[in-house]
């Protein structure tokens, strides 16, 4: 199979030849091979998968990890996304505050990077809040990421207003898990799930790491993380009535 040949698999090749989400030149040389295509074609095909991720701004910058372009593309094509993050508020979520203490923890030496970074989180937000029809976004955070004093106590204050201010939105559900609910059903971590309203496009649970993303797209794998966020959510409140 040439999915397994790739290492990835077959939804995600299904979108990748559908130009559903973003190629790299890699990918292209390695389909080329994988079909028998001569040199020349491979370089034409390669030359124009580089010229056409270059009019996607999350290819604008080499700050963006080509595993993360992957996600921002799913994103970008998602109908409802649903997540859990324990420890920090998740990107598209942040103000630029709070993004820019949340990178410099990560690089406190290089602060020009850092900064490139907040830049293109502010435009991916901009992005997903104007789509038209509206994304469905309901997000559920641990308490922990509404605690700890991430920049400090301005920066917080300012963080928790915006997210009561994104909830107000009819396509916005934030919620708080509560220290309270003791032991729950995300414990082992973060994560993501995306869906399409496109028969063809099966939905797909992202998870994150430092060095990579894990994207699963079978549907046992992704209607176990639907049971866990549906647990999490009857333990939560609305971020509006978190105190």
């Known amino acids: 199979m040439v999915e397994a040949r790739l290492g990835i ?3 995600t090749l299904h979108r990748i030849e ?4 973003p190629v790299t030149g890699a990918n292209v040389r390695a389909l080329c091979w994988l079909y028998g295509a001569d040199q020349s074609i491979t370089d034409a095909l390669a030359d124009l998968a580089l010229g056409t991720s270059q009019q996607e701004w999350w290819d604008a910058s080499p700050v963006i990890p080509d595993w993360f372009k992957l996600y921002v593309g799913l994103e970008a094509s998602a109908s409802r996304m649903f997540g859990y993050d324990g420890e920090v508020v998740p990107g598209e979520l942040q103000t630029p505050e709070y993004a820019r203490a949340v990178f410099g923890a990560e690089q406190p030496a290089d602060s020009e990077i850092a900064e490139r970074h907040i830049k293109l989180r502010m435009q991916r937000q901009k992005t997903l809040f ?12 641990g308490e922990g990421t509404l605690t700890r004093m991430v920049g400090g106590e301005q920066v917080m204050k300012g963080q928790l207003e915006h ?11 934030i919620r708080v898990l509560p220290f309270s609910a003791g032991a729950h059903a995300a414990m082992a971590g973060a994560f993501r799930i995306l869906e399409f309203d496109d028969p063809d496009d099966p939905d797909v649970v992202y998870l994150e790491s430092h060095v990579g ?11 176990e993380y639907r049971r866990v966020f549906d647990l999490i959510s009857k333990d939560s409140v609305p971020v509006g009535e978190f105190r």
């Open 130 to 141: 104007a789509r038209n029809p509206p994304v469905r976004l309901v997000t559920v955070l």
């Open 9 to 11: 698999s077959e939804p």
């Open 213 to 223: 993303a894990l994207y699963l797209e079978e549907q046992v794998e992704v209607d």
């Open 163 to 173: 997210l009561r201010r994104l909830s107000r939105e009819d396509t916005v559900d």
């Open 18 to 21: 559908t130009g559903k989400v």
